[in-house]
């Protein structure tokens, strides 16, 4: 700011009074900016946190690319071969409408929307096309500047289809609007809250997760590059020439049920027919997670997926193997594991007997090969055919349509809040970070329209569809007594 100065009292010497108020002027408002942008860039990890206050923007334009003006952003035009061609969501989709269900009947005020400002990390404005991010507290790693991210890409790829919107996303472990804080006579309408995951206590809105567009900070690619390494790398080994045990890697500190897990690992005393490995995360950050590589790990017959605090972003990984999905009991859903089906999918695995069921399981799947393989390959074609990125942006395009309308105000752009878009956060990015925005960033608008999104469930078909669950899983009670699997 200084050096600004300097050159006001130039000016000042020469006596052009006018010029003055416009250049002191100009520089308030790029030191505005400045400020604005060095927000950002601490979100998207470029600057450190401890030099916030004391950075200027003299020394931030040394490199003028890396702080493109958004205005000077275009949109992406829509496809001029676009097909108009759609196709029917996946079935899963149809749980957006059940996300939105307590708003259904009242709408969403302006109000319920800044009730959730204590609880949320960050608030999404959109307003005419572009992104507006008001930040409230700091996000784990960069969950929040990637989920922003994806939202940006989503625009480039239905560009100009989404209504103006306002929402909160909290981006930590565990959904937060808890049901029975809203229960009650005198309750309140809860304040609508994206997040990750939810579960049967909560109201938050379900949405899809950061790492689709690919987690820099341990080393896991963008999901659609992930997803082509992980079919080749499962079609390189045949199901019978795997090994015939059940695997998992990873933090085993991370809630009751890893720890329970790590029990049925071989001992000198039992054989769980498992291989445990905890992850040692101090070591590997410091290698770069170079010996955590998800495409090499499709090497056993049966792959457990376990929750963490809560839900766990593994588990598309895990069903992309073609292995059999061990499922321990889940208690949180992310927004496609609803579609998934016990027996079908996945092989439920009880918490309450762990070890015994992972041991049954995979006694059965080593007796009855095809029958295993075949869960197996249906978990993989799950994620292959109906986890597509187009299907991801799709989903996030019907939930923030279907909760656009039911905004009752029109949405403006908060005074804290600041502008982004996809150039200012590569360029505000380097390493891993950057590499995986420029793969995941849209570079072409769809060629056909978002699919058609199927009318919400009625509650007798979710009734039927939560019985046939229940009934998949009671159909492995036998196995799970130890009948018909002793060798």
Not at 167 to 188: H, N, Y
Not at 201 to 208: C, E, G, L, M, R
Not at 376 to 402: C, P
Request: glycine content about 6%; some cysteine.
């Amino acid at each position: 700011m200084s050096s600004g100065m300097l050159r006001v009292t130039d000016l000042q010497r020469k006596g052009g009074i006018q010029r003055i108020g416009i250049v002191f002027i100009t520089i308030l408002v790029f030191s505005a900016i400045a400020t604005k942008r060095i927000k950002i860039s601490i979100n998207a990890g470029s600057v450190p946190k401890e030099i916030q206050e004391t950075q200027t923007y003299i020394k931030f334009i040394t490199k003028p690319e890396c702080f493109l003006n958004c205005l000077e952003s275009l949109p992406l035009a829509q496809n001029a071969n676009h097909s108009g061609v759609e196709e029917e969501c996946p079935e899963y989709f149809q749980w957006i409408h059940e996300d939105l269900k307590p708003w259904r009947a009242t709408g969403i005020s302006r109000e319920m929307v800044e009730r959730g400002r204590v609880l949320a990390h960050i608030r999404v404005v959109i307003v005419g096309g572009r992104v507006y991010v008001e930040n409230y507290k700091r996000a784990f790693q960069t969950r929040d500047v990637v989920t922003v991210w994806g939202i940006l890409q989503l625009l480039r790829f239905y560009p100009g289809k989404l209504p103006d919107l306002d929402l909160m996303f909290e981006c930590g472990d565990k959904p937060v609007i808890q049901k029975q804080d809203f229960e009650g006579s005198e309750a309140t309408i809860p304040p609508p809250m994206f997040h990750y995951c939810g579960d049967n206590q909560t109201y938050d809105i379900v949405f899809p997760d950061w790492s689709f567009w690919g987690w820099s900070e341990v080393n896991i690619k963008p999901w659609e590059l992930l997803k082509k390494d992980l079919k080749e790398s499962s079609d390189k080994i045949k199901w019978m020439d795997r090994e015939p045990n059940a695997y998992w890697k990873g933090n085993t500190l991370l809630g009751p049920q890893r720890r329970g897990l790590v029990k049925c690992n071989v001992s000198k005393n039992k054989e769980w027919n498992t291989q445990i490995y905890d992850l040692d995360w101090r070591r590997e950050r410091k290698e770069g997670f170079k010996t955590t590589d998800l495409a090499s790990q499709c090497r056993h017959r049966y792959k457990i997926y376990v929750e963490g605090h809560a839900w766990s972003v593994s588990q598309k990984y895990i069903l992309a193997c073609d292995s059999m999905s061990l499922v321990i009991d889940p208690h949180y859903y992310d927004f496609y594991s609803r579609g998934l089906l016990p027996t079908v999918h996945y092989w439920p695995i009880s918490e309450n007997d762990m070890c015994g069921s992972i041991n049954n399981a995979v006694k059965w799947g080593n007796k009855h090969a095809k029958q295993a393989q075949e869960i197996g390959k249906a978990g993989s074609r799950f994620v292959q055919e109906k986890l597509m990125m187009r299907h991801v942006y799709d989903y996030m395009f019907h939930v923030l349509y279907q909760y656009a309308k039911l905004l009752k105000y029109q949405p403006t752009v908060p005074k804290g809040a600041v502008e982004v878009c996809s150039e200012t956060l590569i360029c505000n990015s380097k390493g891993l970070r950057k590499k995986f925005r420029s793969y995941s960033m849209v570079t072409n608008p769809a060629e056909s329209s978002p699919c058609t999104l199927q009318p919400h469930f009625d509650q007798q078909k979710i009734q039927d569809l939560l019985k046939r669950k229940e009934h998949l899983k009671k159909q492995i009670e036998p196995f799970e007594a130890g009948e018909n699997i002793r060798r």
